[in-house]
């Protein structure tokens, strides 16, 4: 072989080891610069409702992640989405007699502007709960029972002829509205009754109680109670209603002038373990019983006296609890401690007294105790009547409340409080089987001024909440623990607003 030839082949031999070393650097190099973009974040949409402002449910532009240093004068919140809490049950409100009749009476245009209001996921609420009262309430026409033949052990004369009246058609209608719009989600609906029929109560009448409690403890009356939740479930089935839950009583501490009836801890564990258990299980097996339905102030104590009792505790599914107290939102800590296994429902909440149409700060104050509730371990938040007329009624106790909705059926006109847009923060992003996310906050002074809850999607989507209640503009810095400790995001919240910002999840849901 000639020198020529010999020094040509060293030459392609070099060029092969060149152009190879270069492919494999090269290739390296874009596969190790892309990885930081496997990291990246999609941009976030926001929705907003701020005060002096067209803003409702507003989504307005985008934001974009950054790339940089923080700021460490500006408060930030960090989220975990691969730290997990409670998951959701869902939102929505009570279709009581009193906010069925309002519907009754008006006219189908506002009938159905109400019904997507609330239940429609693209143009409502998104609602996936409803409370319903067994037995009248305050919020009724007047008081009646579903069987008021004294006596009547075996509930021979027991019917729902009022329910049909005003409650089972409004009923009817969501349910169709869900169906309609819901995407094959479901309406958990559950029962919750104030009073047992008077024949049933020591005062023998349904208003007000005696205490320490007032059922008449005889085995054939709380046999027959307990009969009387399975029979409202049976008979509300044979309309094509089906109930999720119940709760034992409304407010079992408190003997209102109104239908009440009160209970000790003590009472209702024993009432569930040997009358009202046994009887739902055999009866409605899938329908889950929930204790308490008062004040957050006792919440833990009710979950730790029922909840010790083995036997109480096999039959129940959660705690439900109310919002008629200043704070107190460490019990709820409290009372999941007890049982982690059983979860925590926000059963009621409304505003009064009398409808005062566009307050603000009664939208804050439902927006700031649902992120409260939601950070302590809540799975859901149930607003008290869907819908009530100018004065805040019909209700035959004459206690007034506001609605997120009130009709004007003179006028036939309906009015959405800003409640209404506050809600619908949370109802219409946080979907059902959502979970709630780790956060952490820094440069916070008071961590309780900076009001924020966040939560992993089905969908796979990183839902956040943030709220300002102060009267200045307040700026906040956003980091996502599963991007680059280097990508955040600037938020800007308005005076007295509240935003959601949704964005996909690099971690799955």
Known sequence: MSQRAIF?????FIYFLLTSCCFIYCH????????????????????QTAQNTNDRLTKIASLQWQKGSINTTIPLIQLNPKKRYQSIIGFGCALTEASSFVFSQLNEENKEKILEAYFSPTKGLNYTIGRIHMNSCDFTLGTYSCDNVENDFQLNYFNIERDKLFIVPFVKRALEMVKKNGNGKTLNLFLSPWSPPAWMKRNFHMNGSDKPIGLINETLILNSWALFYSKFISFYKK????FWGLTVQNEPEYAAPYESCVYTAEFQRDFIKNYLGPRIQKDHPQTKIMIYDHNRDHVHIWA?????????????????FHWYVDGDYENLDLAHQVDPTKFLLASEATQGPNVVLGDWSRGESYGYDIINDLEHWASGWVDWNCLLNLQGGPTHMENWCDSLIVGDVTNQTIYFNPMYYYFG????????NSFRIGQTK???????????????????????VLMNQESTLQKIQLQDQSADSDIYLEVILPPHSIKTLIYKSNVKY
């Open 8 to 12: 040509t082949k060293i030459i392609l």
């Open 28 to 47: 390296s190099f874009v596969r190790a610069n892309s990885l930081p973009q496997q990291q990246l974040l999609s941009e976030v949409t926001v929705i």
């Open 425 to 432: 923060h949370f109802t219409k992003y946080i979907l059902q």
């Open 304 to 320: 730790k006296t029922i909840y010790s009792d083995k036997e109480a505790a096999k039959y129940i599914s959660g705690t439900a």
């Open 239 to 242: 309309e094509g209603i089906n």
């Open 442 to 464: 820094q440069f916070v002074k008071n961590n309780e001024e900076l009001l924020v809850t966040s939560f992993i999607t089905p969908e796979n989507n990183i839902v956040t």
